[in-house]
T-cell receptor, first 108, second 113 residues
């Protein structure tokens, strides 16, 4: 079993929708989690960073961690076409294990 | 400006012809890593380096070599490329061994015929 699992989608939503992106993890030693956003033909860029014990909000984005179920989520409120990208989650280990990424398309 | 620079960005080559993809960073980061990204498989780590002269295998090291003779450079070497190494390759760096944001290069799209 991979340490981080992520449904690759694709996910297509209308503009303004609330988007929920999810990952599960198996390594209880992860101390923090990161979400990266990758636009087409670009390298991934860090979007959100949250410790395993809490949630974090940044504008329209909220990252949540549920340690009991080993579930991490990224919520996007009022989604915009510019949010269309692949979103990747990763746990904090030295091997830097990523989920497969979820391709999100927000339609105008 | 903080940069991770990969070269070449695009390459088409033939089976068996040795090639090197270079990665250079100007942030004095200790940690450097190579990933390949394939549809349906996501980002998979090939090799990583904790510091100069310290390298280790990632999840998919077969067919690749790396070296870390100086801090800023971490080249990826394909001694005898095969078609299954056709992929999008990313170099990534971060400040330390255990913490910090990963900075990615722009990617190198390699096609092996």
């Amino acid at each position: 079993q991979k340490e981080v699992e992520q449904d690759p989608g694709p996910l297509s939503v209308p503009e303004g929708a609330i988007v929920s992106l999810n990952c599960t993890y198996s390594n209880s030693a992860f101390q923090y989690f990161m979400w990266y956003r990758q636009y087409s033909r670009k390298g991934p860029e860090l979007l959100m960073y949250t410790y395993s014990s809490g949630n974090k909000e940044d504008g329209r984005f909220t990252a949540q961690v549920d340690k009991s179920s080993k579930y991490i989520s990224l919520f996007i409120r009022d989604s915009q076409p510019s949010d269309s990208a692949t979103y990747l989650c990763r746990g904090s280990n030295y091997k830097l294990t990523f989920g497969k990424g979820t391709l999100l398309t927000v339609n105008p | 400006e903080a940069q991770v620079t990969q070269n070449p960005r695009y390459l088409i080559t033939v089976t068996g012809k040795k090639l090197t993809v270079t990665c250079s960073q100007n942030m004095n980061h200790e940690y450097m890593s190579w990933y390949r990204q394939d549809p349906g498989l996501g980002l998979r780590q090939i090799y990583y380096s904790m510091n100069v002269e310290v390298t280790d295998k990632g999840d998919v090291p077969e067919g690749y070599k790396v070296s870390r003779k100086e801090k800023r450079n971490f080249p990826l070497i394909l001694e005898s490329p095969s078609p299954n190494q056709t992929s999008l390759y990313f170099c990534a760096t971060r400040p330390g061994q255990a913490t910090g944001e990963l900075f990615f290069g722009e990617g190198s799209r390699l096609t092996v015929l």
